[in-house]
């Protein structure tokens, strides 16, 4: 199994581009999640999503979208790219209930110029 | 406001000798309480997670502490190898729904040879 990857590594977007940030699991987790850190601070939880079709905001979802098409993908896209946006994005998936323990892909870093 | 505060921010300590890291947090109710290990450029990963009725628990030479009546939590390293270098994130779930997670910014560990 890959768990969970995550495309690209790295970006460097303008101020007003837009963008989407892949993300990909094979473990057939119901559960995908979509964070931001910023340096100092804990994750932050962008959107989450509980199976395909149903997704919902998290802490701090303004700037960004999603789509649950299927279980195994779950994008987050960008418009309008914005300074603030400037982070590293992870996305992370799970199984319902068991030991609630989420998986997490490398990360995308992300620089907003 | 449910809060996690982690010290110290950051650690050097030589290869070979212990330390403990702390956690204390705000957030009630309370779930359960996990630590995550982030190396540097990658997701986090999951060391344990502790439940409100767990005092300790441990995954090789990690052992976490949990007191629900002070609202505390550690995480002990014993005989540190240079692989231990990491930031290390204590995570508290509360009651609600799957953004229920509130994340500690961390503890960045440096064991030099």
């Known amino acids: 199994n890959a768990g969970v990857t995550q495309t690209p590594k790295f970006r460097i977007l303008k101020i007003g581009q837009s963008m989407t940030l892949q993300c990909a699991q094979d473990m057939n987790h119901n559960y995908m999640y979509w964070y931001r850190q910023d340096p100092g601070m804990g994750l932050k939880l962008i959107y989450y999503s509980v199976g395909a079709g149903i997704t919902d905001k998290g802490e701090v979802p303004n700037g960004y979208n999603v789509s649950r098409s299927t279980t195994e993908d779950f994008p987050l896209r960008l418009e309008l790219a914005a300074p603030s946006q400037t982070s590293v994005y992870f996305c992370a998936s799970r199984l319902t209930g068991g030991a609630d323990e989420q998986y997490f892909g490398p990360g995308t870093r992300l620089t907003v110029t | 406001k449910n809060q996690v505060e982690q010290s110290p921010q950051s650690l050097i300590i030589l290869e070979g000798k212990n330390c403990t890291l702390q956690c204390n947090y705000t957030v009630s109710p309370f779930s359960n309480l996990r630590w995550y290990k982030q190396d540097t450029g990658r997701g986090p990963v999951s060391l344990t997670i502790?439940?409100?009725s767990e005092n300790t628990k441990s995954n090789g030479r990690y052992t976490a502490t949990l007191d629900a009546d002070t609202k505390q939590s550690s995480l002990h390293i014993t005989a540190s190898q240079l692989s231990d270098s990491a930031s290390y994130i204590c995570?508290?779930?509360?009651?609600?729904?799957?953004?229920?997670?509130?994340w500690g910014a961390g503890t960045k560990l440096i064991i030099k040879p």
């Open positions: 502790m439940t409100f």
């Open positions: 995570v508290v779930r509360g009651p609600g729904g799957n953004y229920q997670l509130i």
